[in-house]
């Protein structure tokens, strides 16, 4: 029995892993040591996710230098070294409630009991949940150590065993303690919170607490204005300037800064069992802690914690940065029992909010042509997910664009979705790359009507005058109510979606995904999926209407009606496949076509040269392919190749005329309904006309069909008709 994964897609694997590797350790250098950020910190994050993702499928490839199995750089040689009695570790990400399922999956699996049920170490009162959780500051770690209460050293996580020691600017800050609270002082807010102040050692020779040090929103506001002021460069997050502030050789600046600080975590033991406890015993002996953390009962408890601080409105009423929460296991002794994994403890996890970039790689480059004629290249990528949203498409502008970003196809690259507009890639990553990448070139020739591309400044535009308008009509007639009937997806929509660059033809619209609308302006993700929903609802269409869809020059309702009865089509189970309805055609000759009643020599070429463009052929391909069903209706009797006599249906030889409203169905639906069972639907009202439904506020239809002596029926007539 061959293996189900084979050697090529493991040396694939191997070699995705070790650029991936060699990628994050520059990137973290520059982050954790350089204090500068070469890419956007969820771009760094979405690497290391797809680092940690694939090692778990290849685990022999996991080596020790992994940037998964170790927390950072070296400190820099400025500052004296400081060696950490517990190893500092960080946690592993999470991006969605499937990741944070699958994290306590493993870890109940790892300690063989199920966490949620087990609760946390107490009964009642703080530390009974089994979880507690926290906001995840985008600030620096730090490590604080007091001596009989006295403040003596403070610490940068460094590479997590070794940091850089900077006491001095650190007790620049004034929420850092230099002095802890007395033990009294201590009892007398742990009683307030609930706890027994006799349980713990609120006076311990030495303590070790660890925190996260950040600039305000305020203050990083202050400081770029005057930089401004100065004409100096800006930062570009407070999180650089926090690290940036801590590592300044000169207190003074880093005093100016006004930096603030949260502590969360004891290292050692003062009489907690709770991580809960933790922070209420910090907060006792005087340290400043985040009031928005809470316990939770159960993990469903803990992502909708993460969600509620998703919320804009919320998330941007902080007075700090935040990237997500965390997830604690709330029990100590369960927390130690667990132990680490890489760089991480298994007993904790970060939750993530949705990154604004993140990183994937380009398959395709498509070219779109635009309602304006302009030619716009779109990346089709690997989905991902960037602002809460899962993308496959970004624009990629024009081929200066492309030669600025040095993008060839393959690429992996960065993301970025910044506001509600449409996706755009901001960086190649070179360094990833296979040999297998291939270099794009704009069309010479317009892929919708194959007219020479001329170049307009950086604008590659379509040279005939006629094709973004015939191109735009057609998707308009697509979408119609007489063919897919596709609501909510009228002419400024389509006119919206082609502008940037997300369809090019009407298969495309079958492709569309929820991120790729909701991230358009003036588009939520409730307005996106419904649209998504509506069009998935409408992949099935009966052969008239698909037919008549596909805009074939002088092919209206009523000639795709009698093309879809009197073709020989192959049927299964009430269904053709639109590449049997493409073979037929093909087949067909101009006399074959000519053969079909009310069809003359115009419209038979019309047809006959339309199913033999290649630009068709692949549109209908690519129909299948998205899975465009077509539901068949009944054949007519033939009478030579392709002629008929006496069709089948109770319906079969007469026709139908619709004028007013009707109630029970709107007009097209009526159409359907008389083709289905072999009737004929038409718009005008002749000689050959047998019955005219007039429904609510007829129109002069029915006048001409009284001078003609033609049947006149209401709609419960009609209905009574197709009931028969």
């Not at 290391?48 to 230098?65: I, M, N, Q, R, Y």
Request: net charge neutral; charged share 30%; proline share 5%.
């Amino acid at each position: 029995m061959p293996e189900t994964k084979g050697a090529a897609e493991k040396a694939r694997a191997h070699e995705r892993i070790e650029k991936l590797k060699r990628e994050i350790n520059k990137y973290r250098y520059d982050y954790h040591v350089l204090n500068r950020s070469a890419i956007p910190d969820s771009a760094l994050d979405s690497l290391k996710k797809e680092l940690f993702d694939l090692e778990a499928e290849w685990p022999e490839f996991v080596t020790s230098d992994s940037p998964t199995q170790r927390v950072a750089g070296k400190p820099l040689k400025q500052f004296a070294k400081v060696r950490h009695t517990d190893r500092m570790t960080s946690l592993n990400d999470a991006f969605s409630e499937k990741d944070v399922t699958a994290w306590l999956a493993r870890l109940d699996d790892f300690l063989g009991r199920d966490i949620e049920r087990t609760g946390g170490p107490r009964r009642h009162g703080p530390g009974s949940a089994p979880f507690y959780c926290e906001l995840k500051i985008d600030g620096l770690a730090i490590e604080l150590e007091y001596e009989r209460g006295v403040f003596v050293r403070g610490s940068t996580r460094g590479d997590g065993l070794v940091g850089e020691d900077v006491t001095q600017n650190l007790r620049t800050v004034e929420a850092i303690p230099l002095r802890l609270n007395d033990a009294e002082t201590a009892a007398t807010y742990l009683k307030k919170a609930g706890l027994d102040p006799k349980e713990y050692n609120l006076a311990p020779t030495h303590l070790v607490v660890r925190g996260e040090v950040f600039l305000t929103k305020k203050e990083f506001a202050k400081i770029n204005r005057e930089l401004e002021k100065t004409g100096g460069k800006t930062y570009a997050n407070p999180r650089n300037v926090a690290a940036g502030s801590i590592r300044q050789l000169d207190p003074k600046v880093t005093a100016s800064r006004r930096l603030d600080s949260f502590q969360y975590d004891i290292v050692g033991e003062v009489g907690q069992k709770a991580h809960e406890e933790e922070h209420l015993l910090l907060a006792a002996l005087g340290f400043k802690t985040n009031p928005d953390c809470r316990p939770a009962k159960t993990l469903a408890d803990a992502m909708a914690f993460r969600d509620y601080w998703a919320e804009p409105v919320r998330r941007e009423g902080l007075p700090y940065e935040i990237d997500g929460t965390v997830i604690f296991v709330n029990d100590n002794k369960v927390f130690a029992e667990a132990g680490v994994i890489g760089k991480a403890p298994r007993a904790g996890i970060a939750y993530k909010f949705s990154p604004r970039e993140a990183t994937t790689v380009v398959e395709d480059i498509k070219v779109q042509v635009g309602r304006t004629g302009a030619l716009t290249p779109v990346a089709v990528m690997r989905p991902v997910n960037v602002g809460g949203v899962t993308i496959t498409h970004a624009s990629l502008h024009n081929a200066d664009e492309i030669e600025r970003l040095g993008l060839k196809i393959g690429d992996t690259v960065i993301v970025q979705r910044a506001g509600d507009v449409i996706p755009q890639v901001t960086e190649v990553l070179p360094d990833l790359r296979t040999g297998h990448e291939r270099a794009f070139k704009m069309p010479a020739r317009c892929p919708v009507d194959g007219s020479p591309v001329v170049r307009e400044g950086a604008i590659s535009r379509c040279s005939s005058k006629t094709c973004a308008a015939q191109h735009r009509e057609a998707l308009y007639h697509f979408a119609s109510r007489a063919a897919f009937n596709i609501e909510g997806l009228g002419p400024k929509i389509i006119d919206k979606f082609l502008d940037e660059g997300l369809i090019s033809d009407a298969a495309d619209i079958f492709e569309l995904q929820k991120g790729d609308i909701a991230a358009l302006e003036r588009f939520g993700e409730k307005s996106a999926e419904n649209l998504v929903d509506e069009i998935a609802a409408k992949r099935h269409v009966t052969l008239p209407r698909f037919l008549y869809s596909l805009g074939i020059l002088h092919v209206g309702e009523e000639t795709a009606a009698t093309l879809a009865k009197t073709l020989d089509v192959p049927q299964r189970e009430g269904e053709v496949k639109i590449g049997d309805v493409a073979r037929t055609f093909r087949k067909m000759s101009m006399d074959d076509l000519r053969e079909v009643p009310d069809i003359g020599p115009i419209v038979a070429k019309s047809i006959y040269d339309w199913f033999r463009e290649s630009r068709s052929v692949s549109l209908l391909e690519r129909f299948e392919k998205a899975g465009v069903t077509v539901g068949a209706v009944p054949h007519a009797a033939k009478s030579g190749a392709h002629g008929s006599a006496a069709g089948e249906g109770k319906l079969s030889g007469k026709t139908f005329v619709l004028t007013g409203t009707l109630e029970s169905m709107d007009r097209e639906a009526a159409k359907e309904r008389i083709r289905a069972l072999g009737g004929d639907a038409s718009e005008s009202v002749g000689k050959k006309t047998d019955y005219l439904v007039a429904g609510a506020v007829p129109g002069s239809k029915r006048d001409k069909a009284k001078k003609l002596g033609v049947k006149i029926i209401d709609e419960k007539e009609f209905l009574k008709l197709l009931e028969e």
